[in-house]
């Protein structure tokens, strides 16, 4: 069983639509978890973090935690073809000092 | 404030060569973790460094080892590369328990072995 698992898309969302992306992680004992984006050719990049049950809101993207059922979700609003990239769910777990990631989501924005 | 940089960016090395990857950690950062990202596929850990030792490994084979060096700077050395070495070679640094605060990545090392 993967560790971290995310559907590989393509997921195609029309521009300014809200673009739905889920992961779900297998260890009981994770403690931090983080959305990156990579564009194609490039390196992870950092977007999102979030380390306790809810939701939590920065600009267009919002995160969300659901530790009971080992879950956690982003959402974009107001999509745009700049959003266009992979979108790589992330899992810490503190104790290992390690970080481990999902394959990754491609999301593509439609005009 | 410089990023984590990692040199070379491209690189083309012969089945059963050695190569070895560099990394400078972000500005008061001291933690390195190198990850393995084959296309199409999500970053694989290959291991962590923290005061000049090997704090955690992921399932990757003897032929892939590190060093860290007092100034935090990494190498990442593989020894008889196999096609399937072939990938994008992440270097990531962080502040003590990177898994809690995120990972800062350079824009890695391609590497093809032919």
């Known amino acids: 069983q993967k560790e971290v698992e995310q559907n590989s898309g393509p997921l195609s969302v029309p521009e300014g639509a809200i673009a739905s992306l889920n992961c779900t992680y297998s260890d009981r004992g994770s403690q931090s978890f983080f959305w990156y984006r990579q564009y194609s050719g490039k390196s992870p990049e950092l977007i999102m973090s979030?380390?306790?049950?809810g939701d939590k809101e920065d600009g267009r993207f919002t995160a969300q935690l659901n530790k009971a059922s080992q879950y956690v979700s982003l959402l974009i609003r107001d999509s745009q073809p700049s959003d266009s990239a992979t979108y790589l769910c992330?899992?810490?777990?503190?104790?290992?000092?390690?970080?481990?990631f999902g394959s990754g989501t491609r999301l593509s924005i439609r005009p | 404030d410089a990023g984590v940089t990692q040199s070379p960016t491209h690189l083309i090395k012969t089945r059963g060569q050695q190569v070895t990857l560099r990394c400078s950690p972000k500005?008061?950062?001291?933690?390195v973790s190198w990850y393995q990202q084959a296309l199409g596929q999500g970053p694989q850990f290959i291991f962590q460094y923290y005061e000049e030792e090997e704090r955690q490994r992921g399932n990757f084979p003897d032929r892939f080892s590190g060093h860290q060096f007092p100034n935090y700077s990494s190498e990442l050395n593989v020894n008889a590369l196999l096609l399937g070495d072939s990938a994008l070679y992440l270097c990531?640094?962080?502040?003590?328990?990177?898994?809690?605060?995120?990972?800062?990545f350079g824009s890695g090392t391609r590497l093809t072995v032919v």
């Open positions: 992330a899992v810490g777990y503190s104790s290992a000092s390690k970080i481990i």
């Open positions: 500005s008061g950062h001291d933690t």
């Open positions: 990531a640094s962080s502040q003590g328990q990177g898994a809690v605060y995120g990972y800062t």
């Open positions: 979030i380390y306790s049950n």
